[in-house]
């Protein structure tokens, strides 16, 4: 699998003493079952790989706030990235809410905080929007020639901002497609947790959404280079399989600008894979998207 930046693969799985089911890679990234994003090849030992701990071992961190609103027990298989996405946060945010030393290593059954220190768990706040120009990485890890302002913008596909935006409630969101391909597949909770959309190598993706990116890079296995935008407290997008990604984690971003490539990263056929998600969970996107 294509990776775009050359960031830690946070994960949590459990090291099996013996592997009777694995009949291709001993070491997996956990793989959402979705009715796209399959295919491609797949990814090697994972660096941090977690080892459940033995029964005389002492209490894993934050094990006194198991249960706890606002805290999350992990579980075999569970990776940083995924954490942070099902409870609507950035896993950096997440890393560093918990004092976390090698944000590479989680244990299985540590407990973890998933909102801010300080802050009610029902009512999880994002940081402000700053403005922030627009940064376009090759696929393999390079890092580009500096560019000026303008031919940032021509990038991005929408001019910069000049000043910040602010953190727009859920009823101020203002939602555009994400893709002028056709939906091929729709959402469905069990199989497909989003809308696919077909395309060719190279067909622009657009944040749905004013946000800010909380993660771009290719860390989650089943999804290929992805971009994660949080719109507000609750709402957060994800755009998967790129081939090319325009915008760099922590960079606002603004509704219709284009922030990636469509391509076939860990897909067997191009797509762009789309998700709506409220409060970590998924929703129909095409329940907030306008008509066309």
């Avoid at 030992?45 to 071992?57: C, K, L, Q, W």
Wanted: with cysteine; charged share 20%; proline share 9%.
């Amino acid at each position: 699998m294509q990776q775009l930046f050359r960031l830690p693969l946070i994960g949590a799985t459990v090291v099996l003493m013996a592997l009777t089911g694995c009949q291709n890679t001993p070491h997996r990234a956990p793989v959402e079952d979705r009715a796209v994003g399959k295919g491609s090849a797949a990814q090697s030992a994972i660096p941090g790989t977690a080892v459940t701990p033995a029964p005389e071992s002492k209490p894993l961190p934050g094990a006194e706030n198991a249960g706890k609103p606002g805290y999350y027990t992990v579980k075999p298989g569970d990776t940083l990235i995924r954490i942070a996405m099902d409870n609507g946060q950035g896993w950096r945010d997440v890393a560093r809410w918990n004092g976390m030393d090698n944000p590479n290593l989680i244990e299985v059954g540590q407990v973890l905080r998933v909102v801010p220190p300080g802050i009610d768990p029902t009512a999880a706040t994002t940081k402000p929007l700053t403005a922030s120009k627009v940064e376009t990485r090759p696929l393999d890890g390079k890092s580009p020639a500096p560019a000026t302002t303008a031919a940032a913008s021509a990038a991005s596909g929408a001019a910069p901002a000049p000043a910040p935006v602010a953190t727009k409630d859920d009823d101020d969101i203002s939602w555009g497609w994400p893709s002028s391909g056709a939906v091929a597949a729709g959402f469905d909770e069990v199989r497909n947790k989003g809308l696919a959309f077909s395309g060719k190598a190279g067909d622009p993706v657009f944040a749905a959404a004013d946000g800010r990116v909380m993660y771009a890079g290719a860390g989650l296995r089943g999804y290929g280079n992805m971009i994660i935008i949080k719109h507000s407290t609750n709402y957060l997008t994800a755009y998967a399989h790129n081939q090319t990604l325009l915008v760099k984690e922590d960079q606002v971003v603004r509704k219709g600008q284009k922030i990636a490539e469509m391509g076939s990263s860990d897909a067997d056929s191009v797509r762009l894979h789309f998700e709506v998600r409220k409060q970590g969970k998924p929703i129909d996107p095409s329940k907030l998207l306008p008509a066309r």
